[in-house]
């Protein structure tokens, strides 16, 4: 059976299917690394569909793999399944029902969605030559569920990975696609300021914390307008300042914590020297000392050419419309995936009003078959095109 019949005779069943497995998951959300019930209704589900699974000995998350009847490539499609720490304020029937709980990313249409794709795929799994796997994989808001599920080997053998995020800008039916990056790269960086305290009113005396966080704050932007190149894009936030606790007495110390966003290797190679060298200078010409911690997190996500023609040309033809996806200077860890083999990380169109994370954040469920058939059909035309080189 090819796709298009298979769609075509069950397209409205597997939409009705999908939307009652997304509501059944958005009602019950679980934090990063928590699914637990998540996970074993992700299980039954496949399980019921006839969709072999892949132990990986994972806390939470799940593998399925489709096996083709004939040899060749390895192809992996991913969504992710976490919720988080949002109390609802949609007002759906659907509503979650664990307080301060809440699917607020779409992660559980992601699931729903390529449990359809999944489903998909095993009903032509004669015809296919070599073998798809769905990852459902556990904790992306925290930026270690990909991690964990590469040390677990979910990746051993695949040629090529596909994935997306729902995008409330765009209408359903729409998908967004764009070559090179599309999120940035995410790191985390914490100084610590040493001073001497003392007396408010005899400032002399003391090397002042207070002044000299202000100064680095200042100086730390012109890494971007002085340091990046203005091809680049980059983002330096600083988004927690601790220092003193009282009014008249001069803290001895301070701390201040943020992160760094690019698009380019070549900036986020840079960006760590160049900051050290602004905070260590700039504390000692105050007489002070300061101290950089960096803490890398994850690369840009990076859309391979290849990958991202491969899905322009399925969505075409199952009459999706096709826009130029706009970049975000967010993060997401299907990017360490990319760095393991190519890929492409797509747009899907959801239509809703708010963003992501927003507390009556909603999104048009008819995209569940949309995004269903288009990665079957996806999987199917890479399991081809992998296959020839
Ligand atoms: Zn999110
Ligand atoms: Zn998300």
């Avoid at 110390?253 to 380019?264: A, H």
């Avoid at 492409?344 to 469920?365: C, D, R, S, V, Y």
Wanted: net charge negative.
């Amino acid at each position: 059976m090819t796709l298009s019949s298979i769609l075509q005779e069950q397209s409205a069943a597997l939409q009705e299917q999908l939307v009652s497995m997304r509501r059944e998951l958005h009602r019950h959300p679980e934090l990063s690394g928590e699914e637990h019930e998540t996970t074993a209704r992700i299980r039954t589900w496949l399980t019921e569909s006839g969709i072999p699974l892949r132990e990986l000995n994972l806390a939470t998350g799940v593998l399925a793999e489709i096996k083709g009847s004939q040899p060749g490539p390895t192809i992996l499609l991913r969504a992710d399944i976490d919720a988080l720490p949002v109390r609802e304020e949609t007002g759906l029937p659907f509503a979650s029902q664990i307080p301060g709980r809440m699917h607020a990313c779409g992660h559980d249409f992601h699931t729903a969605s390529m449990i359809g794709a999944a489903t998909l795929l095993q009903q032509q799994a004669d015809t296919l030559h070599g073998n798809v796997r769905i990852l459902f994989q556990p904790a992306e808001e925290t930026a270690s569920g990909a991690k964990t599920v590469i040390a677990a080997g979910a990746l051993e053998g695949v040629t090529a990975v596909f994935g997306m995020h729902n995008k409330p800008e765009l209408p359903v039916g729409t998908v967004g696609l764009k070559t090179g990056p599309l999120m940035a790269s995410v790191d985390r960086f914490i100084i610590r300021i040493k001073g001497i305290g003392g007396h408010a009113g005899i400032p002399e005396a003391t090397v002042d914390p207070v002044v000299v966080s202000s100064a680095i704050v200042s100086a730390l932007q012109t890494l971007v307008s002085r340091n990046t190149s203005p091809h680049h894009a980059a983002v330096v936030s600083v988004c927690r300042l601790q220092v003193g606790s009282s009014w008249n007495v001069i803290p001895d110390s301070g701390e201040m914590e943020g992160t760094v966003r690019t698009f380019q290797r070549e900036a986020r190679a840079n960006l760590p020297e160049q900051m050290r060298r602004v905070v260590e200078n700039v504390a000692a010409g105050f007489g002070a000392e300061a101290e950089l911690e960096w803490i890398d997190m994850l690369p840009a996500v990076n859309n391979d050419p290849a990958a991202i023609e491969l899905a322009g040309q399925v969505a075409r033809a199952q009459q999706l419309q096709v826009v130029e996806a706009v970049p975000t200077m967010g993060g997401e860890d299907f990017a360490l995936y990319q760095e393991m083999v190519p890929g492409a990380f797509l747009w899907m169109g959801t239509g809703g009003t708010e963003q992501w994370h927003h507390p009556k954040f909603t999104l048009n469920e008819d995209a569940l078959a949309i995004s269903a058939a288009l990665f079957a059909e996806i999987a199917v035309e890479a399991l081809k095109a992998y296959g020839d080189r």
